[in-house]
């Protein structure tokens, strides 16, 4: 009978083993997950494609039902912010990226620059070009070459409560100066409740309003990064918003969180500046107001020039590795052109996102049941705002990062210790040495 | 012959990453102007180490770093002695049951130790923020000027018993006719503890410092998992999490070899300076020298 110590050593030996066979295994099951294209027994063109969007599984099969050249594999993948693009990223660096990817604008010129995804200009039909919405196109197109195909693109607009509006007699603002004067008399007639909330996780929702106003944080003329994300209109963006944070006429705290959603449900605020798509985001998250929303247009700096920024908007994108590109493309196509495609997306849950894809607004439109705007055909309202998005904005190169450092500033300042332009200016500085360690030509633009 | 073992680990597993940073460090795949064109391998120089001591996040993660060591370093020191000598002396009963209670929080996986925390400091969550509530004290441990305290707090809950039993044990190595030649002399238990135990204990206690510096310098976990629940605590918040930033988060490894070679730079100065410092005022004649001759 072995002592106890030898017992003791034979268990450790054992548990080396094992743990020296993990590896293989992780590394075993890693390599099952990515799969890049590939041609099979059946002859058929496989394709797969990597998506966080809802609805994508049904999307998928009804391309493979109503087609038999080609089959696109669908993999879920998280969300972008949690590790999707990090996958991305990973799998091209190992050489099994999938044949077409979902891609948030602000990531478009970053994959790009990375090699991750191909110039899709050869590919780019006339056809689709003119379906799409010039402005969407433009935001993935650099140095005249397209990049990722639009999906959706969202102009902000201000969701808001009917009831309270109504109950409180007051007239929806249609400029800046009206929304910080109905906010004072929100406070005063509410005193818990607040026109709106300032997300301090909301980077996207700054740039959009920033972007209304005419800045631009990143410019690509004379082939260099101009980077200025302080310069005047996002100063004067920085300064009303600062300005309604000081005299508290705002909330200010994350949107993204359970306690961001409770503020929603319990109507302390009397609405959300937000993308078109987050109508529908409401009605999944808040379904017990239905009937008490509605949607009224981003209010103006300038009535005369009504122009408005985005919040949101999907691409897809071909990735480098595809062996598959123009069977891949036709797949996009489709799927931004097709109205089954949207369709289908539509089925497996409410969504007001606005195609990119003129023909299909029409689409979607009819599939919105309105009753929870009271009946407002938020898709007309949609269909001029989009006619506003401002053009000139252009997304950076490392726009997941720059994003998140404004957010670090904006929840230091939830806090108490900093302002809207401090996080901005922070942004500002470290993007600047990460875009020059990147070999780019950049400089800082006009403060 | 006998140290081949030692230099060829030396080698493997700390000269060769090194250099391997270093190159990657000073080489880039470089696309020109906006970045959309082909890529070409360039010798990039300092151009990323520019980047590095230009960047405000990694200045900024570098103060807080400093700070988390300025506040960590002696309160773990100065604890681990105290309670050490209290083992020593006998002061406490129970002395296996107390050196094991002490111990236990080191062998917690600093992840595993993270969430522990993480559960006591979130607010509407933990049970000690609600009784310090209804006790009228409201606290935020999450909080933009609290969240450096909390992290100190969880290092210090985890490092304090390791460090504790070397104390410990390099007390049991005192010589018991100083400390009854102490006894005769007159010295009470605490000037006995200050003025013999202590200083005999002093190479103990550098070595302890010394460790401890080298781990705070790579503070990650404990941040790292407090940024999935606030967020004051950024990506970038210490200078190990803005090098897990550039390489995963801006695909950018050229910057994070430059961050991590600084970040080696700078704990090797400290390391030494803590070396030399030591070994001069060890010098200068201390109750150390005294005893030894």
């Known amino acids: 009978m072995p002592r106890p110590a030898f017992r003791a050593l034979r268990t450790l030996r054992a548990l080396l083993a094992a743990l020296a066979v993990l590896p293989l295994l992780v590394a075993a099951a890693c390599g099952g997950g990515g799969t890049g294209a590939r041609e099979t027994g059946d002859d058929r063109v496989h394709l797969t494609f990597w998506s966080a969007l809802r609805g994508s599984q049904e999307v998928v099969d009804a391309y493979n039902r109503g087609q038999a050249r080609v089959h696109v594999d669908f993999e879920q993948v998280p969300s972008g912010q949690q590790g999707g693009y990090a996958k991305l990223s990973n799998a091209a660096r190992a050489g099994n990226a999938p044949d077409v990817a979902t891609i948030e604008y602000p990531q478009v010129p970053g994959f790009a620059i990375d090699g991750v995804i191909r110039d899709l200009t050869p590919l780019v039909g006339e056809r689709l070009r003119d379906q799409l919405l010039p402005r969407a196109l433009a935001l993935t197109t650099f140095e005249g070459r397209v990049f990722s195909v639009p999906m959706d693109i969202e102009p902000m607009v201000f969701l808001y409560r009917r009831d309270l509006f109504a109950r409180h007699h007051l007239r929806l603002p249609r400029t800046w100066a009206r929304f910080e004067e109905t906010a004072r008399r929100i406070k005063r007639a509410a005193p818990g409740a607040r026109i709106a909330t300032f997300p301090t996780d909301g980077g996207h929702h700054l740039a959009g309003l920033a972007w209304q106003a005419g800045a631009r944080w990143f410019d690509t003329a004379g082939r260099t990064w101009t980077v200025s994300m302080t310069d005047g209109p996002t100063r004067k963006v920085a300064a009303y918003w600062q300005r309604l944070i000081d005299e508290e006429l705002v909330f200010l705290n994350p949107v993204d969180t359970q306690a961001g959603s409770a503020q929603i449900g319990r109507g302390e605020v009397f609405g959300k500046l937000t993308g078109a798509w987050d109508a529908g985001g409401m009605m999944a998250a808040q379904p017990g107001q239905r009937g008490r929303w509605g949607v009224a247009p981003l209010p103006r700096w300038d009535p005369a020039h009504p122009r408005v920024g985005t919040h949101g908007g999907s691409t897809f994108a071909v990735t480098k590795d595809s062996r598959h590109p123009r069977a891949a493309m036709d797949f996009i196509e489709w799927q931004v052109s097709s109205p089954q495609a949207l369709r289908a997306r539509l089925s497996s849950g409410v969504s007001s996102q606005y195609p990119a894809a003129t023909d299909l607004v029409a689409v979607a439109r009819e599939a919105m049941d309105t009753r929870y705007f009271a009946g407002q055909d938020i898709y007309a309202l949609f269909r001029r705002e989009a006619a506003h998005i401002s053009r000139g904005w252009t997304w950076g190169p490392r726009m997941t990062a720059t994003l998140k450092t404004v957010q670090t500033g904006l929840a230091r300042a939830g806090d108490g210790e900093g302002t809207v332009l401090g996080a901005l200016d922070q942004a500002q500085r470290s993007a600047l040495p990460d875009l020059r360690s990147l070999g780019l030509s950049v400089r800082a633009g006009p403060r | ?293």
């Open chain 2, 1 to 293: 012959m006998l140290m081949a073992p030692f230099f060829a680990l030396l080698v493997l597993v700390f000269l060769v990453p090194v250099g391997a940073a270093v190159r990657l460090s000073l080489f880039s795949d470089d696309q020109p102007g906006l970045g959309f064109g082909p890529e070409r391998t360039v010798f990039a120089g300092s151009r990323n180490y520019e980047a590095v001591l230009t960047d405000p996040t990694f200045l900024t993660g570098m103060g807080t770093t400093a700070l988390y060591c300025l506040v960590h370093i002696p309160l773990v020191v100065v604890l681990a002695l105290v309670l050490a000598l209290l083992l020593d002396s006998g002061a406490a009963r129970l002395r296996r049951t107390a050196q094991l209670s002490l111990f236990l929080p080191h062998a917690v996986p600093g992840i595993i130790a993270a969430v522990i925390w993480l559960y006591l400091y979130t607010p509407g969550l933990s049970p000690v923020v609600e009784v310090l509530r209804d006790a009228g004290v409201t606290v935020d441990p999450l909080g933009v000027d609290t969240v450096l305290p909390s992290v100190v707090n969880i290092a210090l809950w985890s490092s304090l018993g390791y460090n504790v039993v070397i104390f410990y044990a390099a007390l049991q190595a005192v010589p018991r006719e100083l400390t009854e030649a102490a006894l005769v002399d007159g010295a009470g238990p605490v000037r006995t503890a200050l003025r013999v135990k202590v200083p005999l204990v002093r190479g103990a206690v550098v070595m302890v410092v010394m460790f401890t510096l080298i781990w705070s310098l790579q503070l990650f976990t404990e941040p790292m998992l407090l940024s999935q629940a606030t967020p004051v605590v950024g990506d970038r918040y210490t200078p190990a999490m803005y090098l897990y930033d550039a390489a995963f988060t801006r695909d950018n490894h050229g910057l994070a070899a430059a961050a991590s070679v600084v970040l080696l730079a700078v704990t090797l100065a400290l390391s030494y300076g803590l070396g030399r410092w030591s070994n001069r005022t060890a010098r200068g004649g201390g109750p150390v020298g005294e005893g030894s001759r």
